[in-house]
């Protein structure tokens, strides 16, 4: 159970593009999913909490134009990286909460790799 | 807001051996503490949780131990195999952020 599932898992396109990322959770149904970044070798950085029905809520200092983020359901939530630069390569990882309150396990997905040419 | 620090950020084991990461939280609202295991290039894969009520967990040959007064938790591996090395991180859960709060990880290796 609690399975997450990323697509695409890579992503090469050049400047300029944008690139929408989606998550979604198979078994059970998420009100809340989260995107990170993480860099080589680096710990998960939290860009920002994805709420259903809702505005995400971006960390600081993460541009919410640049990263728009949609989750109209209970199972599906997606990022697009608008007019993405070569700045914004990096590995993108979603997470869903199983349902039940705000304590409860977080489930990744297996990730996006994004290269900007 | 919380801030986890977690060590070491390297370990080296021989298969068999026992291995230990330490955590240590800051704010002490802080009330649910998971641990995950990446393998290079994939998710972080939940391997064990514990909650404030609880001072220790156990399942199969991993463990976590939690000290609210002092504020940390580890993890503990026992019977180490090659299988076990990968980056593990440690997380911090506070209600009032609504987040998880996560170590820096630790890259775990064990040799043969």
């Known amino acids: 159970g609690a399975v997450v599932s990323q697509h695409p898992s890579w992503v090469i396109c050049k400047s300029g593009t944008s690139v929408k990322i989606e998550c979604r959770s198979l078994?059970?149904?998420?009100?809340?999913m989260f995107w990170y970044r993480q860099f080589p070798k680096q710990s998960l950085m939290l860009m920002a909490t994805s709420n259903e029905g809702s505005k995400a809520t971006y960390e600081q200092g993460v541009e919410k134009d640049k990263f728009l983020i949609n989750h109209a359901s209970l199972t599906l939530s997606t990022l697009t990286v608008t007019s993405a630069h070569p700045e914004d390569s990096s590995f993108y990882i979603c997470?869903?909460?199983?349902?039940?309150?705000?304590?409860?396990?977080?489930?990744f997905g297996d990730g996006t790799r994004l290269s900007i040419l | 807001g919380e801030n986890v620090e977690q060590h070491p950020s390297t370990l080296s084991v021989q298969e068999g051996d026992s291995a230990v990461i330490k955590c240590t939280y800051s704010?002490?609202?802080?009330?649910?503490f998971p641990w995950y295991k990446q393998e290079l290039g994939k998710r972080p894969q939940l391997i064990i949780d514990i909650r404030s009520n609880v001072g220790e967990k156990k399942d199969q040959r991993i463990a976590v131990t939690l000290n609210k007064t002092a504020k940390h938790f580890s993890l503990h591996i026992t019977e180490t195999q090659p299988e076990d090395s990968a980056v593990y991180f440690c997380?911090?859960?506070?209600?009032?952020?609504?987040?998880?709060?996560f170590g820096t990880g630790t890259q775990l290796k064990v040799e043969l």
């Open positions: 997380a911090a859960f506070t209600g009032g952020g609504n987040k998880l709060t």
């Open positions: 078994d059970f149904q998420a009100t809340t």
């Open positions: 704010d002490s609202a802080s009330n649910y």
């Open positions: 997470s869903a909460r199983e349902f039940g309150g705000s304590n409860q396990p977080q489930h």
